[in-house]
Each structure stands twice: as C-alpha cells, then as structure tokens.
C-alpha cells in the first residue's frame, strides 16, 4: 500500500495523523459539517449543512411571525459556531449565538423585547450547540467513552427558549435540527448511479 485517502471528519483526521506518524503515507480530505478542520477553508459538507439550516430558518419565519413568537432553531457544529454563523446570516436570523463568543442574556432578551416593542412581533434565534453564557458553562447532554471527543453536546436551544420565556413574558419555541444537517437526499445518490451505470 503506498497511501491512505483519509475521507472524514476530526475523528478521522485523528486516526489518519497516527497513521502519519508511524510512517505511513497519508491525504486528508476533510468531510465535516462543523468546518473545523486546521489550515482549511471549508469542509465537505460544511456548505450543505448551511443550506439546511437557513432553510430551517426561512420556514420557522412563518410560523414565528404568524404567531408572534420568538423561534429558537438549535443547530450542530460542537465547539466551533460556523454552521451557526453562517446558517443564521444566510437565513435571516436575529441573533445569532456561537461558542466562540459568550454571550449576555439580558443581551438577548434586550434584542427581542426592541422587536417586539417596536412592532416586530417575533424574533429568530439560531444557537449552535456549543454556545455558552457568560454566567454558564457548556451544555453536555451525555458521554460516549467509545468516541474520539466523549462529550454530546445539546440542550442550549431548551434553555434560551426557558429563559427567553421566563425573563420578556413573550412567548418562545425551540427546534433542534440535529442529524437533518447531516444528510442529503437519496434522489441525488440515485441520479448519480444513474448517470454512472448509462
């Protein structure tokens, strides 16, 4: 064997750079979502990822401004905001909340209340998992000792919605849309093995 094509996200990179070092020769392409891979641009997957998230995002202005609330839509990324910041902008979002800045809470309930109050009667906040308070720390939903990093984060987009909820009086729900980041659709995975087999 004269070279491994690593194809894959941290954990993979993790494995591939032993590899590396005990000799073997190694090309990384980076495949995550969460675009947080050292010395790269952007991530396979990274950009699919975004579209569904500002999708997400363009769907629960409906509902948000039908209803008069404020709309939570926690999306994935672990300890890098990227999907976070970058599905937000695209999908129009009114605060957005990533793990690299700490953020205030009376920041945010200041932020809706001005919508609100100046007749904006619902507000979009897209949080990405790892988003940590300036009074908190980071949530961890569980541990799985079999993987690279242990920790499973979520639970950010609950505790904004609670205490949005709690500190304004308006009214707020939150979406978690998890693995739907992750994935595409079979019709492009069958199109392609057509195109392929003809």
């Known amino acids: 064997m004269d070279a491994v094509i690593a194809i894959g996200g941290d954990g993979t990179m993790h494995i591939a750079n032993q590899l590396s070092q005990m000799g073997m020769n190694i090309v990384g392409v980076p495949k995550t979502i969460d675009n947080d891979l050292e010395a790269t641009d952007q991530t396979f997957g990274h950009d699919s990822a975004v579209f569904v998230v500002a999708e997400a995002l363009d769907r629960l202005h409906t509902t948000a401004s039908s209803h008069h609330r404020v709309m939570i839509c926690e999306v994935m990324g672990r300890y890098a905001g990227w999907i976070g910041l970058n599905g937000g902008l695209a999908g129009g979002a009114d605060i957005i909340l990533i793990p690299e800045m700490p953020f205030d809470w009376n920041v945010v309930y200041e ?19 790892g988003a940590i308070p300036m009074d908190g720390k980071l949530l961890i939903k569980a541990k799985d000792y079999k993987r690279t990093d242990p920790i499973q984060l979520g639970g950010i987009g609950e505790l904004v919605s609670k205490k949005i909820n709690e500190n304004t009086g308006l009214e ?9 980041q992750r994935g595409g659709t079979q019709l492009h995975s069958i199109e392609f093995f057509q195109l392929i087999w003809y």
């Open 111 to 129: 932020k809706v209340m001005k919508r609100n109050m100046s007749g904006k009667r619902f507000s979009i906040v897209c949080v990405a998992e």
């Open 172 to 180: 707020s729900r939150y979406t978690v849309l998890g693995h739907l």
